[in-house]
């Protein structure tokens, strides 16, 4: 039984619309996880102020503009009410990039709980939750992504990531596939 972790991504104000599908789905897997005392994490996106401002160090501040960037500490930044009610005593991870493995201690948190899998839902499905997954995947580790736990701007979008990361990485599934492989592994 591989040691597996939870991975809930940028679940903030500011994808709210995108997350209302997904919501479900994420919170059934986080109970699920809370029951059996399984390690969650959460990361949420935001900019600095160092970051917003000229010149843009940051390659997503330079592509979205400072306008189109999320701060940190704003509104946009929190995470949405259903999560934040979820968080309890798990690590969020505070990233400024689509790769919540880059410029944090979300690898060494992975490494010393010992884990093997990770699991990835979450927003954006094509953005932040695929680039996560793949560099879970780089890194060694076995990565679910979940396809009904997983939120994007469009359906075409969401559905390309899910495409991109099964053929190329690992393991797409629903969240009842993903509770059933688990629950297995227990039996």
Request: charge should be neutral; proline fraction near 4%; include cysteine.
């Amino acid at each position: 039984m591989a040691k597996t972790a939870l991975l809930i991504v940028d679940m903030q104000n500011v994808f709210a619309s995108m997350a209302t599908t997904a919501t479900p789905h994420i919170k059934e897997l986080h109970s699920s996880f809370e029951k059996t005392s399984r390690p969650i994490f959460f990361t949420q996106h935001g900019h600095t102020k160092e970051d917003l401002t000229p010149p843009f160090k940051n390659q997503l501040v330079r592509r979205w503009g400072p306008e189109g960037s999320i701060r940190k500490g704003s509104k946009d930044a929190e995470l949405i009410p259903e999560m934040k009610k979820l968080v309890k005593d798990s690590p969020i991870i505070a990233k400024n990039t689509y790769d919540a493995f880059i410029n944090t201690n979300l690898g060494s948190l992975l490494e010393e709980r010992d884990i093997e899998r990770v699991i990835v839902c979450g927003v954006l499905t094509d953005c932040c939750c695929d680039t996560t997954a793949r560099s879970a995947f780089n890194r060694g580790f076995e990565t679910w992504l979940i396809s009904d736990a997983c939120g994007s701007a469009n359906k075409k979008q969401h559905e390309a990531g899910l495409n991109g990361f099964g053929f190329a990485c690992a393991n797409v599934m629903t969240t009842s596939e993903a509770l059933s492989k688990l629950q297995k592994e227990q039996a």
